[in-house]
């Protein structure tokens, strides 16, 4: 089955020109699910703007999709003419107006680049007139898995990145892939794997399971971060106590969500840690070097947050690699 790596051989880098290829892994497959997703007829939709961010993005797309072995949707959004916004009216035919030309040709480029990644990759293409956020929103109901950019054309309010991929993974009814700049592993922390951030609550869940088969596919470990931070007293003894019998409690919960998980990797590529301390700093740090971090959308305790909050905020803008988010309410990985 095909898997994630880089032109080189290892995980993903940002490098300028830099493009993902699709090497062949044999391991875990699902081919149940990818037919059920097939039948649905789901994709995996990606933003395009032109921007180097969105070209990372559709990098990564490309080859997620041919992992899968599902289509890839190229979108690309733009704004219409001034007069068109003053008048209400859109002229016809409006492609004489030249903005519908350079769509088309951030689109065209997308997909010449798409088949350096994945030759035989069923593409389709789709131009939405309108803002990226409603853009992107309205072709997740037949998503599979939507990709983005961290920054869009114009900094951070750019059309498919910064503020709108929050926006996009808060609200989106799939899975959001940002895909973000890659960051160097720190020493005796392996490259190859996926880190998860679990809580024990359904959002974590669901992410530990897309996390799984993320590692599955990409025949790599997962890197379970569980952080916490116990309840203390004045008394040192007592806080002692509190500290020995709230990490028990926090390891049988690490261990309870990733117990069903254990035929799917081993125990051998599990790798369960908890951290005291703040969720976001954790996950943060665990990035460098990852081929993915995932979270979830609600929690509880230091992930209570989730999108809405700092530690989704802080890991989509403080990542050192691509971060998925997965929204409880919506669908998990080729949920049926």
Request: proline share 5%.
């Amino acid at each position: 089955m095909p898997s994630l790596t880089g032109a080189s051989g290892g995980s993903p880098g940002r490098r300028p020109g830099h493009i993902y290829r699709v090497t062949i892994h044999v391991g875990f497959t699902d081919g149940g699910e990818r037919g059920e997703a097939m039948r649905r007829g789901r994709s995996i939709v990606v933003g395009v703007d032109g921007t180097g961010s969105a070209r990372d993005a559709l990098d990564w797309a490309a080859a997620e999709a041919a992992v899968r072995q599902l289509p890839l949707r190229v979108v690309h959004a733009y704004a219409a003419a001034p007069s068109w916004a003053v008048t209400g009216e859109v002229p016809c035919p409006y492609e004489n107006f030249g903005v519908p030309d350079v769509a088309r040709a951030v689109t065209e480029q997308a997909v010449r680049r798409a088949r350096e990644v994945a030759a035989e990759l069923e593409i389709s293409t789709r131009l939405v007139l309108g803002a990226g956020a409603p853009a992107l929103l309205a072709q997740c109901d037949d998503a599979e898995l939507l990709v983005l950019g961290s920054r869009g054309r114009g900094g951070v309010w750019g059309v498919f990145g910064g503020s709108v991929s929050c926006r996009v993974a808060m609200h989106a009814a799939c899975p959001v892939v940002v895909v973000r700049p890659m960051r160097p592993a720190e020493p005796g922390r392996s490259a190859a794997r996926v880190v998860v951030g679990v809580d024990g609550s359904s959002g974590s869940t669901r992410a530990v399971e897309f996390a799984v088969r993320a590692a599955a596919q990409r025949g790599v470990g997962v890197t379970a971060v569980h952080a916490w931070a116990p309840r203390g007293t004045a008394d040192l003894a007592a806080v002692t106590d509190d500290w020995s019998l709230a990490e028990a409690a926090e390891w049988r919960t690490l261990q309870r969500v990733f117990a069903p998980w254990r035929s799917r990797l081993g125990p051998a590529r599990i790798d369960l840690r908890l951290v005291p301390g703040r969720a976001q700093d954790a996950l943060v740090a665990e990035s460098a070097g990852a081929a993915l971090v995932v979270v979830g959308t609600r929690g509880r305790g230091s992930v209570r947050a989730a999108l809405a909050g700092s530690v989704s905020q802080a890991v989509l803008q403080r990542a050192g690699c691509p971060v998925a988010v997965v929204r409880v309410g919506g669908r998990g990985l080729m949920e049926r």
